[in-house]
């Protein structure tokens, strides 16, 4: 009866350091595809910023594209993704 019991809390203890493990792989992956979308997101709205340029926007001009919408507004453009994140960049910031 000992024997038993020690052998299924043993097996209680394995699984749950095991479970633990996996949940801290998940985490860690997980953090990983959060950042990769995030940046994702970024390269995208910074492309826009570059096509606006390219193509002469002026001041308080907006353009439509598939990706999102890019304004220049006081000298910073301001990219809304049709994802609905929004971020904005100053002219130092984008490269030529």
Do not use: D, W
């Amino acid at each position: 009866m000992k024997l038993r019991a020690t052998l299924l809390s043993s097996a209680l203890l394995f699984l749950a350091v095991a479970t633990l493990f996996f949940y801290g792989q998940l985490m860690f992956y997980q953090q990983h595809i959060a950042a990769y979308r995030l940046q994702t997101a970024r390269y995208q709205a910074l492309s826009l910023v570059v096509i606006s340029q390219k193509l002469s926007i002026t001041e308080n001009q907006t353009l439509h594209f598939n990706l999102g919408i890019c304004t220049l507004k006081q000298g910073h453009f301001q990219v809304k993704l049709t994802s609905g994140q929004q971020f904005s960049f100053t002219a130092t910031q984008v490269p030529k």
